[in-house]
């Protein structure tokens, strides 16, 4: 069986490649159609649609309101509804929150307690910031340099802020655990080990 990704950026392709791996390594990635933020892919929803009754394709965006709640995206985006080949899935609050549920591995690789991530990662406001903020705890000069926007910036993120992510992502994000304490990622989990 094969899918094509959908997503908003290089960590989001990264995350689901490795879940991928993980409970459905038969499953073939025919291309990732887009890495250019949530209002390109908004603006081809419909497309996805008609395109997934034709193939199977997993569509995946932040939520990035806390006060929105995924039912209310999914009407909004597909009002008629979802073809039978479309997977549309939403990170809680957004992607970075999955990468913090893997507190363990993300500690290791800052070398910070894993006390300085709550187990509710769901309910943290922003999570990329308190992923930033992280990173700026870690002794390690060059993560911390990749990660955190450099001071007097307007940019919002480290200038390897993704490739940083992906590789993270790739060697020692725990599937498992981050599953365990995030339940918008447990959901895509259970729905690509569902393909068949």
Same mark, same amino acid.
């Not at 309101?65 to 990170?91: D, E, K, V």
């Not at 500690?107 to 309910?123: D, K």
């Not at 490739?163 to 690509?192: C, Q, T, Y």
């Given at each position: 069986?094969?899918i094509?990704?959908?997503?908003?950026?290089?960590?989001?392709?990264?995350i689901?490649?490795?879940?991928?791996?993980?409970?459905?390594?038969?499953?073939?990635?025919?291309?990732?159609?887009?890495?250019?933020g949530i209002?390109? +892919?908004y603006?081809? $929803?419909? &497309? *996805?649609?008609?395109s997934? !009754?034709?193939?199977?394709? #997993?569509?995946?965006?932040?939520?990035?309101?806390p006060?929105?709640?995924?039912?209310?995206?999914?009407?909004?985006?597909?009002?008629?509804?979802l073809s039978?080949?479309?997977?549309?899935?939403?990170?809680?609050?957004?992607?970075?929150?999955? +990468?913090?549920?893997? $507190?363990? &591995? *993300?500690?290791?690789?800052f !070398?910070?307690?894993?006390? #300085?991530?709550?187990?509710?990662?769901?309910?943290?406001g922003?999570p990329?910031?308190?992923?930033?903020?992280l990173?700026?705890?870690?002794?390690?000069?060059?993560?911390?340099?990749?990660?955190?926007p450099?001071?007097?910036?307007?940019?919002?993120?480290?200038?390897?802020?993704?490739?940083?992510?992906?590789?993270?992502?790739s060697?020692?994000?725990?599937m498992?655990?981050?599953?365990?304490?995030?339940?918008?990622?447990?959901?895509?989990?259970?729905?690509?080990?569902?393909?068949r």
């Amino acid at each position: 069986m094969t899918i094509l990704l959908a997503v908003e950026d290089a960590p989001t392709e990264q995350i689901v490649r490795k879940c991928l791996s993980i409970v459905n390594p038969n499953i073939e990635i025919t291309g990732v159609l887009t890495k250019r933020g949530i209002s390109h +892919l908004y603006t081809r $929803r419909n &497309e *996805l649609n008609t395109s997934a !009754r034709q193939m199977q394709i #997993l569509l995946l965006i932040d939520l990035d309101n806390p006060n929105i709640c995924p039912p209310q995206i999914r009407a909004r985006w597909f009002p008629r509804g979802l073809s039978t080949g479309l997977m549309f899935r939403i990170a809680v609050v957004e992607v970075e929150a999955w +990468l913090l549920a893997s $507190r363990t &591995e *993300l500690a290791r690789y800052f !070398r910070v307690s894993a006390a #300085l991530i709550p187990l509710g990662v769901e309910q943290i406001g922003d999570p990329k910031q308190h992923l930033i903020n992280l990173a700026r705890r870690s002794p390690d000069r060059e993560k911390r340099s990749d990660i955190v926007p450099e001071n007097g910036s307007t940019a919002k993120i480290g200038r390897n802020y993704n490739g940083r992510l992906a590789a993270f992502i790739s060697n020692d994000w725990n599937m498992h655990e981050a599953a365990a304490n995030s339940p918008s990622l447990l959901k895509l989990v259970n729905s690509l080990s569902q393909l068949r």
